[in-house]
């Protein structure tokens, strides 16, 4: 079972991990913008290395899960540590409101069609933690899935996250590396998002008055990722939490916990299969000739 290397943003696994102390903020020794834009930069160009890899090796897969409030920047992290990696090989799903077919399902059903195949990176942008995130902090969103019951609150919490945790385990022991992203935005940071999205007309679309109306439950929230974290961040499928209030900053960590992940995997490219004596020759003789043919005829 591979175990992703360790990072100064792992959620502990012992249940130590302080939501409401996790910086929001990058380290006063942090490296200047530029600098981190160029460090991204390179990341991105391993990462794109890595992934064609990871595809010809074809033996294992790489999911990451990125969850957050709103405005923490999930969309164009995304965008930032995938941008230049070959798309043929990588699969973006963005997680809403569940369908009417979904809910006729069990909550890990719609994320596991979506599952990356092997040599694949797979990246939900949400995930089946909405399942214990959102639907915990509004429980009336339960009415619809029709569950069985009676069942108190505190067991069906107990529940899910036994099985998100038993779901996690078996992705990692079939050779899924299981990356698990929380960009740990302050509530400050996200109000002046917000506000730009009201500020700057390229974003209005992006502002919705349920963003707004969700802020008065904040620290329920926090509450609901303290869960979350206790439960589930393990050694085969850890949690980092990433200071998302400066975005260069949020996009380097992540790409750099991606690749740290990618190098630690260690994929190689397939071997070619052997070529029988004399054939190689005669495959350039044939090629050399076609080309011959063609600049002829032109």
């Not at 102390?21 to 991105?44: G, S, Y």
């Not at 349920?210 to 393990?234: K, P």
């Amino acid at each position: 079972m591979f175990i992703p290397p360790a990072s100064p943003w792992t959620v502990p696994f012992d249940g130590g991990f302080d939501v409401r102390a996790a910086p929001t903020a990058p380290p006063a020794d942090a490296p200047p913008a530029k600098r981190l834009r160029k460090e991204l930069r390179a990341l991105v160009r391993e990462f794109d290395d890595l992934q064609r890899k990871l595809y010809g090796e074809d033996r294992h897969a790489l999911l990451l899960v990125f969850q957050a409030l709103d405005a923490a920047g999930k969309d164009s992290t995304i965008r930032a540590v995938l941008r230049g990696v070959n798309p043929a090989g990588v699969h973006v799903t963005p997680f809403g409101r569940p369908s009417s077919l979904e809910l006729q399902h069990d909550f890990l059903w719609r994320t596991a069609r979506h599952l990356p195949e092997r040599g694949h990176v797979g990246v939900f942008n949400r995930s089946y933690y909405e399942e214990v995130l959102v639907v915990r902090v509004h429980p009336q969103l339960l009415e619809p899935q029709r569950l069985p019951g009676p069942e108190s609150p505190q067991a069906l919490w107990e529940g899910r996250l036994e099985s998100i945790r038993d779901h996690e385990r078996h992705l990692a022991r079939s050779g899924t590396a299981v990356l698990k992203f929380w960009l740990n935005v302050s509530k400050d940071e996200q109000t002046r998002r917000l506000l730009s999205r009201l500020d700057e007309p390229e974003k209005h679309w992006k502002f919705e008055m349920a963003d707004v109306r969700e802020r008065e439950h904040h620290e329920a929230y926090l509450d609901a990722y303290q869960a979350v974290f206790d439960a589930t961040s393990r050694p085969w499928a850890p949690w980092y939490a990433i200071p998302a209030d400066d975005k260069p900053f949020m996009r380097r960590a992540v790409a750099g916990v991606v690749v740290d992940a990618l190098r630690a995997l260690d994929p190689s490219h397939p071997l070619a299969p052997p070529i029988a004596p004399g054939e190689e020759e005669r495959i350039r003789a044939l090629l050399a000739a076609e080309l011959r043919e063609a600049d002829a005829g032109a």
